[in-house]
C-alpha cells in the first residue's frame, strides 16, 4: 500500500496553511505600520527593505554561491562535513555583517552615545574572526583525516584499520 498521495496531500495542506499563516502575518504588519508610523518614516522603511534586497541579491547571494562552487570543487578531497561547516560560518558570517552594519553607522550619526551603547565594530570583527578560525579548523581537521584515510588503505575502516592501531 503506498503512502505517495496521502503525502503528497498533506505537503500541500501544510503549504497552503504557511502561505495563509504569511499573509495573515504581513497583512498584520502593514496594518500596524500604517496605523503606528508617519507616511514618511514609511518612506524610509522601504528604501532599506530595497537595500536590503539588493544587499541580499546583489552581494550576499552571490556570494554564498561563489563559496559554494570552489567548496564543491574541493568536495572531492575533504568529507561532506567540513563543507557544511564552512557553509554555515560563510552564512552566518554573511548575515551577521548585514545586520550588524546599520548599528555600525548608527553609532556615528546618534547624538545619544547609551542608545547605541556598545563598540559594533570590533564586536563584528571579533565574530567574523571566530566564524572564520572555526572554517578553516573544519577544513585542518578534514584534510587531514582525508589523509590518514588514504594512508591506512582503501580497505581500512578507520585511521588505524579494522583491527586496531599497529595490527594487521
Known sequence: MSTAPTTARGVRIARLVLVLVGVAVLAFGAWTLGSVE???????????LIGAVVLHDGVLSPFVVLVGVLLRKAGRRLPGWTLVVVQV???????????????????HHEKNPTVV????????????????????????????????????????????????????
Open 38 to 48: 508617519r507616511p514618511h518614516k514609511a518612506v524610509g522603511l522601504l528604501w532599506w
Open 89 to 107: 560560518a560563510v552564512v552566518v558570517g554573511a548575515v551577521l555583517a548585514l545586520v550588524v552594519l546599520p548599528e555600525i553607522q548608527a553609532t
Open 117 to 168: 551603547p556598545f563598540d559594533y565594530t570590533l564586536r563584528l570583527v571579533l565574530a567574523e574572526v571566530v566564524l572564520g578560525v572555526v572554517a578553516v579548523g573544519a577544513v585542518a581537521v578534514g584534510l587531514r583525516g582525508t589523509r590518514r584515510r588514504r594512508v591506512g588503505g582503501a580497505g581500512a575502516s578507520g585511521p588505524s584499520g579494522p583491527a586496531g592501531p599497529g595490527l594487521p
